[in-house]
C-alpha cells in the first residue's frame, strides 16, 4: 500500500469523528453503496413476502433477517471502504487462494461468528458484547494485513485486547447513534411516502383505523401501533430496509475504529511510512542506483522520512 493514495489522513479520530466520516465516505460512494443495499434488500424484501403468504411474520424474524444478512453486507462494505480510505492498491487478498474462494471463506467464516455471537446474545448479554468486539475486525484484518504488507499480524490482537475498553464503548456509540438515526430514517420514509405517494406505511394507516372511540383507545395505549409494526409485512419491510441502510453506514464507522486503534496504539503510520520507504529503497537498488542521504523529521504527532538518491 502507498500512503500517497490514501484518501483520509491517518490520524487518531474519536467515536464521533468516525461516524462523521463514514457518512462522508457513504456519501462520496453513494451509487455503490446503494447498488450493495438494493442486492441485499431486495431478496430480503421478497422473501418477508413470501413467507407471510404462508404463515405470520413477526418483529423477531426481520431482527434475525437484519442479523445475518449484514454480515455479507458488511464484508462488501469493509472491502470498498479500503479501497475508498488506502486507494485502489489495497484489497482482500490471501495468497494461494482465488478470489471466489477468498469472498466464499470471509461469507462464511462471517455467519458462523453471527451464529457464536447469537449463542453468546442467548447466554448471557455479556458473552456476546465480548464476542462480537473480540470478532469485529476479521474483516478489516484480512483487507489491511496484505496491504500493509503482512507486518501486523503477530500485533493486532495484543493491540485490540489492549483497547478492549474503548472499542466496546465506541461500539455503544456507534449502536445508539444507528439506532436514533433508525427510528428517525424510518418516520421520515413513513410521512414521505404519504406525502408524495399516498401510500401511508404506518401513522397514516394507523390514523384511518383510529377514528372509531375503541380503535382510539388502543391507539393511545400501544395495542394498534405494536401489532403493525409486529405483523404488518410492509412495515417490517420498510424496517428492514432502513435498518440495513443505517447499518451501512455504522459498519463504516466500525471500520474507521479499527484504523484508529492502529494509528494510536500501533503507530501504524509512522510504520507504514517506513514500510513504503523501504520498498523504494528496493526498487531503486534493483534498478543500479544508490542511496546518497536519509534524513527524518519529527513535526508535532506526524514523522516525515525523507530519502535521496543519486544514480
Known amino acids: 500500500m ?32 446503494l447498488r450493495l443495499w438494493l442486492l441485499i434488500t431486495f431478496p430480503c424484501c421478497l ?3 413470501a413467507l407471510s403468504q404462508q404463515q405470520e411474520v413477526s418483529f423477531l424474524t426481520i431482527a434475525l433477517i437484519v442479523f445475518f444478512v449484514s454480515s455479507p453486507l458488511g464484508i462488501q462494505l469493509t472491502a470498498k471502504a479500503t479501497a475508498q480510505t488506502l486507494g485502489q492498491s489495497a484489497r482482500v487478498r490471501t495468497p494461494n487462494k482465488p478470489a471466489w474462494r477468498r469472498s466464499l471463506s470471509l461469507l462464511i467464516k462471517g455467519l458462523l461468528l453471527r451464529v457464536a455471537v447469537l449463542a453468546g446474545l442467548f447466554a448471557g448479554i455479556l458473552p456476546g458484547i465480548w464476542l462480537a468486539v473480540r470478532t469485529g475486525f476479521f474483516v478489516e484484518k484480512a483487507c489491511l494485513n496484505s496491504a500493509a504488507y503482512g507486518r501486523h499480524d503477530s500485533q493486532t490482537d495484543q493491540v485490540l485486547r489492549a483497547e478492549f475498553g474503548d472499542l466496546v464503548a465506541r461500539a455503544c456509540i456507534i449502536f445508539a447513534f444507528c439506532a436514533a438515526l433508525w427510528v428517525t430514517l424510518f ?6 411516502m404519504e406525502l408524495l405517494f399516498g401510500f401511508p406505511i404506518l401513522m397514516g394507516r394507523i390514523l384511518k383505523e383510529a377514528q372509531s372511540t375503541s380503535q382510539q383507545e388502543r391507539m393511545f395505549d400501544g395495542g394498534l401501533i ?10 417490517l419491510c420498510a424496517m428492514m430496509s432502513t435498518a440495513l441502510g443505517v447499518y451501512c453506514i455504522g459498519r463504516v464507522a466500525w471500520f474507521l475504529c479499527y484504523l484508529n486503534v492502529r494509528v494510536k496504539a500501533d503507530c501504524w503510520d509512522i510504520e507504514l511510512q517506513f514500510a513504503e520507504q523501504v520498498q523504494q529503497l528496493e526498487r531503486f537498488s534493483l534498478s543500479g542506483g544508490r542511496v546518497n542521504t536519509v534524513s527524518r523529521r519529527d513535526s508535532g504527532d506526524t514523522t516525515t522520512m525523507t530519502i535521496s538518491t543519486k544514480s
Open 2 to 33: 502507498n500512503l500517497n493514495e490514501a484518501r483520509i489522513p491517518f490520524v487518531p479520530r474519536t467515536a464521533s469523528n468516525c461516524l462523521d466520516l463514514a457518512v462522508m465516505l457513504v456519501r462520496r460512494q453513494f451509487i455503490a453503496v
Open 47 to 49: 422473501c418477508i413476502f
Open 187 to 192: 418516520f421520515t420514509l413513513d410521512v414521505t
Open 226 to 235: 405494536g401489532e403493525w409494526i409486529t405483523n404488518d409485512p410492509v412495515v
